[in-house]
């Protein structure tokens, strides 16, 4: 087989079409144990381990979606478009789980198909975790735990900083985050990027990722980012932070009536698009059956589009 990174990506496409057409696929909120897929074209960052992990990576599924735990080496996975649509523009994407797990097909290679139809090259970082408990069983009773409701913790989150960004220790996630831009920069010739155009977009945790790395990286030069169903609290804006398209979904459990992070870009000067939608409720990736949210996409293409992130762009490479 060719080396070529269409040829790659579309081997882990093959791959990935595979899993998913599985008949054994359950579509509810149980959890089940699943034998980890081929990753085929991931690519490890060599970032390290995490400490205190006895546990080795497993996966399991929940509302069949495919989802990763006791993640202790991280890997960038490329989608590389065809390059009759190539426009050089790259997104990083980061899967959501609370820092506990990872949502790889619903908030990662999903997303990451959809952003190479439209030319873009897409790159799915599997972050390291926080550790788990290493049976199944106890993950189980540890996700079913009763949590107090939306109303009962309002009071302390409302309008506070976003403890995702600011007050968590996500220097791990971090360090991968610039590690997988550090590689598409260094590849960038390789993968048909502009070193100018390179995104970030993350999913609930992968938002607080996104937005972590916006506000605490001095390597990354993010062109513009997309926190989806992230924290909603206010932060404090670097000067050259980029333009933010945002999205959530009022039934979320993280809105809480908050736009504390939308107003701290508007204060700041910088450019922000946000979409508020009537219901979506919280984890719905590309989108769930007859939810007002499910057209965010395409508004974040058009909004792409606009800011002339999908125009073909005179490659600059430059390190």
Not at 148 to 161: A, D, G, I, R, Y
Request: hydrophobic share 40%; net charge negative.
């Amino acid at each position: 087989m060719s080396n070529t990174p269409l040829n790659l990506s579309k081997s882990f496409v093959f791959i990935v079409t595979l899993f998913f057409t599985s008949v054994t696929i359950a579509q509810d909120g149980t959890i089940y144990p699943l034998t980890a897929p081929e990753e085929p074209t991931a690519i490890p960052l060599n970032t390290g381990g995490v400490e205190n992990q006895p546990a080795s990576e497993t996966w399991f599924r929940q509302w069949g979606d495919p989802m990763a735990r006791n993640i202790t080496e991280a890997t960038l996975t490329p989608f590389l478009p065809d390059p009759e649509k190539a426009n050089g523009t790259a997104v990083i994407v980061t899967p959501g789980g609370g820092f506990m797990w990872l949502s790889m097909g619903n908030e990662g290679w999903e997303v990451a198909e959809a952003l190479a139809e439209q030319g873009i090259a897409a790159f799915v970082l599997k972050y390291r975790l926080k550790p788990t408990d290493e049976s199944l069983e106890d993950f189980k009773i540890w996700m079913n735990r009763p949590r107090p409701t939306p109303s009962e913790t309002s009071n302390t989150l409302k309008n506070t900083t976003q403890p995702s960004t600011q007050q968590r220790n996500l220097s791990n996630q971090l360090e991968d985050a610039e590690a997988a831009y550090a590689m598409i920069i260094d590849r960038a010739d390789e993968w048909g990027v502009d070193t100018n155009r390179i995104g970030m977009i993350g999913f609930s945790a992968g938002a607080g990722l996104t937005m972590h790395s916006t506000l605490n990286s001095k390597t990354m030069k993010l062109a513009f980012i997309g926190p989806i169903y992230g924290g909603m609290g206010p932060v404090d804006v670097p000067k050259d932070a980029p333009p933010m398209f945002s999205v959530i979904a009022t039934d979320d459990f993280l809105f809480l009536g908050q736009f504390g992070v939308i107003e701290s870009w508007y204060k700041a000067g910088i450019p922000v698009e946000f979409h508020l939608y009537q219901n979506g409720g919280h984890g719905f990736g590309l989108g769930n059956p007859n939810r007002t949210s499910n057209r965010w996409f395409d508004s974040f293409m058009h909004w792409l589009e606009v800011n002339k992130f999908l125009e073909a762009a005179s490659i600059n490479k430059s390190k």
